[in-house]
């Protein structure tokens, strides 16, 4: 109760995102009422590194994986939309660094898709330097999500992916994505192989099942890519006396 009254009265003079409350000491809950990313919107497309919204005061999270994974049609269903982000049945779709808003200079980032054999040679190394630039340097990337068809994990670009990415000390959520094409059984057995693998290969990084199809998984992708939005993002004070 009496955090209730502390949270309402900070609220006047720090907004407080969709779906997110304050609890105390800077430590934010997401609130299961509200879902954190159904606000998002079309933001921007960018082919270079200058065409970036401006990384100082801004923060974001970005989807990787293989063309065709999913990456798109998960954005989609987080921000419970069918149309934000471009899904196509045809591997290598999406084509440009999307940015999607959450308000506030919080982004999600939708990234092309690597491993599609039919690219151009010079796109597939304009890309290349495009996006290592991007994952390694960008300073206002809190984290990766990194997509995964359930039924084609770890590839060895998933793995050149995670070699690359996590020496920036930042976190990994795979999302092990298109769990509707798998028994239950047999995506639990994915689950905890590639929770193993990941935690052999590269430490303390998280995995998930995710169906878009089925919209499963959602709530806790939010549980963990929320947290590392909005407690870099506002910084909080402590509001308990
Ligand atoms: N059954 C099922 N199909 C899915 C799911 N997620 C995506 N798909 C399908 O997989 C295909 C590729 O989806 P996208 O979201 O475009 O994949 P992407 O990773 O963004 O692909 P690129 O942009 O080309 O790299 C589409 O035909 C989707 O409908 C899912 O959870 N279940
Ligand atoms: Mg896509």
Known sequence: ??????????????????????????????????????????????????ELPPADDCVEVAFAGRS??????VINTLANHTR??????????TQQINFFSLGEGVYLVDLPGYGYAKVPEAMRLHWQRLLSTYLLTRPSLR???????????????????LDWFCPTG???????TKSDKLSKSAALRTLAGVRKALQEGWGNHTVQLFSSLK???????????????????????????
Do not use: C
Request: hydrophobic share 45%; glycine share 6%; net charge positive.
């Open 170 to 176: 930042k976190p990994v959520h795979v999302l092990l």
């Open 215 to 241: 919209k499963q998984g959602v709530e806790e992708v939010e549980k963990i890519v929320g947290p590392w939005l909005y407690s870099a993002k506002h910084d909080i004070p402590d509001p308990m006396p």
């Open 1 to 50: 109760m009496l955090l209730n009254i502390w949270i309402q009265k900070l609220a006047r003079f720090y907004p407080i995102p969709d779906g997110l409350a304050w609890y105390h000491a800077g430590v934010i809950a997401i609130r299961s009422d509200m879902p954190l990313f159904q606000n998002a919107t079309y933001y921007i497309s960018a082919h270079q590194l200058n």
């Open 143 to 161: 984290g990766l999500v990194l997509v995964m068809d359930v039924r084609h994990p770890l590839t060895p670009l998933d793995r050149q992916m």
């Open 84 to 93: 934000l982000a471009f899904v196509s049945k045809q591997p290598g779709r």
């Open 68 to 73: 065709n994974a999913g990456k798109s049609s």
